[in-house]
């Protein structure tokens, strides 16, 4: 028994690696992350502010150098909780990104993120010219993944077989929809909106195969422990 544990043990780190190299963009990505975030927990709040505000996609920073905070602006993140984007990778772009590949994976989330930033920014721009935000606002702090995250987590739809498909997709509204329910803010249309230009990716993901069966999944790990019962 312990000379097979002692067997597995020694196949964790080639099975991470293979694991890890299977979608080397998403772990890239938070490996970058995972430094910026280390950055952030060094810096003071003034200096966080300033740094931060530098790589906001906020409308004045939209203006100003819009290519450059597109970028940088999904390098950092808001809240600095690094684990738990950490799980959510792992759940919706290490999938995404084996199923599509590298490029059409970071299509989909580089096109919600810009889609999304530009047309939650455009909300808020229309608040302020009517009144309805203060002028300061052209400078709220914006930036983050969220977006592009919102953006791949809705193109998996068409990784799912019918009729899991439907309730994931049911699911994922929901997620991102509600919020839009209550306290109207730019961040939850953004959402919404990354979500709505995921699905419209349909024509990055059509002509991709293997479609993902839940239920036969289930029953697969089923069968799995039953055999070595």
Do not use: K
Not at 48 to 58: A, K
Not at 88 to 103: C, Y
Not at 203 to 217: L, T
């Amino acid at each position: 028994m312990d000379t097979v544990r002692r067997f597995q043990l020694s196949q964790i780190p080639a099975a991470s690696w293979a694991y890890v190299r299977r979608a080397p963009g998403t772990f890239v990505w938070l490996a970058i992350l995972f430094v910026t975030t280390m950055v952030m927990h060094r810096l003071s709040p003034d200096a966080l502010n300033h740094v931060l505000g530098n790589r906001s996609t906020n409308l004045h920073q939209l203006q100003e150098d819009p290519i450059r905070v597109l970028i940088t602006s999904a390098l950092w993140l808001a809240g600095g909780g690094w684990l738990g984007y950490f799980v959510l990778f792992n759940l919706f772009h290490v999938p995404a990104e084996r199923w599509l590949g590298t490029w059409r994976w970071l299509s989909v989330a580089a096109i919600a993120h810009v889609g999304a930033t530009y047309l939650s920014e455009g909300v808020l721009y229309l608040a302020i010219r009517h009144g309805q935000a203060p002028e300061s606002a052209v400078n709220t702090l914006d930036v983050g993944v969220s977006y592009a995250l919102a953006g791949v987590t809705a193109v998996l739809t068409y990784r799912i077989s019918s009729p899991w498909r439907f309730l994931y997709v049911i699911g994922v509204l929901l997620v991102y929809g509600l919020p839009l329910l209550g306290t109207l803010t730019f961040t939850a249309i953004g959402h919404f909106s990354a979500v709505l230009i995921g699905l419209a990716c349909y024509p990055i993901a059509r002509s991709r195969p293997g479609r993902w069966d839940p239920g036969e999944w289930v029953r697969s790990i089923r069968a799995r422990v039953v055999a070595h019962r």
